[in-house]
């Protein structure tokens, strides 16, 4: 069963400061990334879509996809108070898992201004 | 862009009563989903659907019914619900369009209390 982690749980960073957020997963063979930010009592918004090895920017946001290191990076820039949110990797795909999409728990974000 | 609309926003209900939570996706996406989410476990998926007629079992199937009578439509129903079940729900639409796999657009969740 793929497994996705998060980490850190928690990150505070100022406003304008570069905020960087690590998933790692534990199929090499997934082929399909997505963040996704999830404001206090609302849907998911997805941010960014990555699916080969290297850079996919989004605005603010880049992913960074590491397959043979099991990683894929969200990089937030210049992020402001109303970025604070919890962030969710999603990963799908692996041998195990050709369809579903695996969560990881996430990764509360505070901006401070 | 994707509309997924959820129904209730908030519900409470009794322990063993039947409680039904419903998503309606105006965007003809194919698949449809359901999650809960709870702290410290994260999204994980309950039941999810090809297209109307098809209903699939996902990782936390126990419990939980759902019912797609149609493309738009997607139920999830508790036949009979137990404090465990407390959680916020979300459903999600997605569908693969020009070769890249699909985003899934989310509702804005039920929040269940079961007591």
């Known amino acids: 069963q793929q497994k996705v982690q998060q980490s850190p749980e928690s990150l505070t960073v100022s406003e304008g400061a570069m905020a960087s957020l690590n998933c790692t997963f534990s199929d090499r063979s997934s082929d399909n990334f997505r963040w996704y930010r999830q404001h206090s009592g609302k849907g998911l918004e997805v941010l960014v879509s990555?699916?080969?090895?290297g850079e996919k920017e989004e605005g603010s946001f880049t992913a960074h996809l590491n397959r043979a290191s099991l990683h894929v990076f969200l990089h937030i820039r210049e992020p402001q108070p109303s970025d604070s949110a919890l962030y969710l990797c999603?990963?799908?795909?692996?041998?195990?898992?050709?369809?579903?999409?695996?969560f990881g728990k996430g990764t509360h974000l505070h901006v401070l201004p | 862009e994707a509309a997924v609309t959820q129904s209730p926003r908030n519900k409470v209900a009794v322990t063993g009563g039947k409680v039904t939570l419903s998503c309606n996706q105006t965007?003809?996406?194919?698949?449809m989903y359901w999650y809960r989410q709870d702290t410290g476990h994260g999204l994980r998926l309950i039941h999810y659907?090809?297209?109307?007629?098809?209903?699939e079992k996902g990782d936390i199937p126990d419990g939980y019914k759902a019912s797609r009578p149609s493309q738009e439509n997607f139920s999830l129903i508790l036949e009979l619900a137990t404090p465990s079940q407390t959680s916020v729900y979300f459903c999600a639409s997605g569908d693969r369009t020009g070769g890249d796999a699909e985003t899934l657009y989310f509702g804005s969740g039920t929040r269940l209390t079961v007591l």
């Open positions: 659907s090809y297209g109307a007629g098809s209903t």
């Open positions: 965007n003809n996406h194919n698949n």
């Open positions: 990555i699916f080969s090895d």
């Open positions: 999603a990963v799908r795909g692996g041998d195990t898992n050709a369809y579903k999409v695996i």
